[in-house]
């Protein structure tokens, strides 16, 4: 069974505002009935503030009183019908400021070691734009001669199942297969 959020210190508020006995806070809390009891005789959580479970929306105000009646039944936590978070969807990427210097770096590795890769698909892949990829095909970005070709899953620009899925779609896409990896300095063979 699934612990309430903060079970001391909803334990500490059950505790103080409720006649539950000891053994069905604890159950509820998943804490043991001798720490509640330590609880109840302020040897356990001295100071700690109270966390109202009904306020939480962990545990209806009906269960409660339906649990006092009754010491032999047991609190149940309120299950929440919420949809499960969304995944992200498609669309431009957040790159950390650390990290968008490595950006030519992944782009002179994709050139090379990919050149079935489309400029759009190296663009969405590490999150650039066409005009950065033509400066560094082109050898005119501003940081040229420091480019090392690194591979944008190491440098953490995209993920290794996106950079496959992006080679499998130009090789789909051209019917050419793809050339042999390049090993470069900074890459782990």
């Known amino acids: 069974m699934a612990n309430p959020l903060m079970p001391k210190a909803t334990a500490v508020w059950l505790v103080e505002n409720t006649s539950l006995t000891f053994d069905q806070i604890a159950d509820f809390c998943g804490l043991h009935r001798l720490e509640i009891q330590g609880i109840a005789d ?47 969807g498609k ?41 950065t990829i033509l400066a560094v095909r082109t050898r ?18 995209c993920t290794q199942p996106e950079l496959d899925d992006a080679m499998a779609r130009a090789r789909k896409r051209t019917g050419k297969p793809d050339p042999e990896p390049a090993i470069y300095e900074g890459d782990v063979a």
Do not use: F
């Open 42 to 88: 302020d040897e356990v959580a001295i100071g700690m503030v109270g966390l109202d479970p009904v306020a939480g929306g962990q545990v209806t105000q009906e269960e409660i009183e339906r649990c006092e009646k009754d010491p032999a039944t047991r609190l149940v936590l309120v299950t929440k019908d919420l949809p499960a978070p969304s995944k992200r």
């Open 91 to 131: 669309g431009p990427r957040y790159t950390p400021v650390t990290k968008r210097g490595d950006k030519p770096d992944a782009i002179a590795w994709l050139l090379k070691s990919a050149p079935n890769l489309s400029d759009t698909q190296i663009g969405k892949l590490i999150g650039t734009t066409k005009t």
């Open 140 to 157: 005119t970005h501003e940081t040229s001669s420091t480019i090392k070709p690194r591979s944008p899953v190491m440098l953490g620009l």
